[in-house]
């Protein structure tokens, strides 16, 4: 069984930052990639950025050079630093890992961005 445990969330002032983290744990075969998705009120879960085993990143449009991702292979830990936030970040923040046959998530970290 793997766990995805989920760190760094909370509230955060417009134009701020905070720093998530996510450790796996657990009986994990090669990972393939790790990321974070995210959730807002009333909206699907959508990508936020990715890293893949051999470090190529991918980032959704809306978070492009004010979000970096970032992993410890050696901690199978993944980090999502997040600079310039805006109100429309707010969300809920997902774990996220892929190995070769399974898909796993954490339990959320909720992100709340306001004045």
């Known amino acids: 069984q793997v766990q995805l445990v989920e760190s760094g969330g909370g509230l955060a002032q417009i134009g701020g930052s905070l720093r998530l983290s996510c450790a796996a744990s657990?009986?994990?075969?090669?990972?393939?990639?790790m990321g974070w998705y995210r959730q807002a009120p009333g909206k699907q879960r959508a990508l936020v950025a990715t890293?893949?085993?051999?470090?190529?990143?991918n980032y959704a449009d809306s978070v492009k050079g004010r979000f970096t991702i970032s992993r410890d292979s050696a901690k199978n830990t993944v980090y999502l630093q997040m600079n310039s936030l805006k109100p429309e970040d707010t969300a809920v923040y997902y774990c996220?890992?892929?190995?070769?046959?399974?898909?796993?998530w954490g339990q959320g970290t909720q992100v709340t961005v306001s004045s």
């Open positions: 996220n890992l892929l190995t070769l046959l399974q898909q796993y």
């Open positions: 890293v893949t085993r051999s470090g190529v990143t």
């Open positions: 657990g009986s994990i075969s090669s990972i393939n990639a």
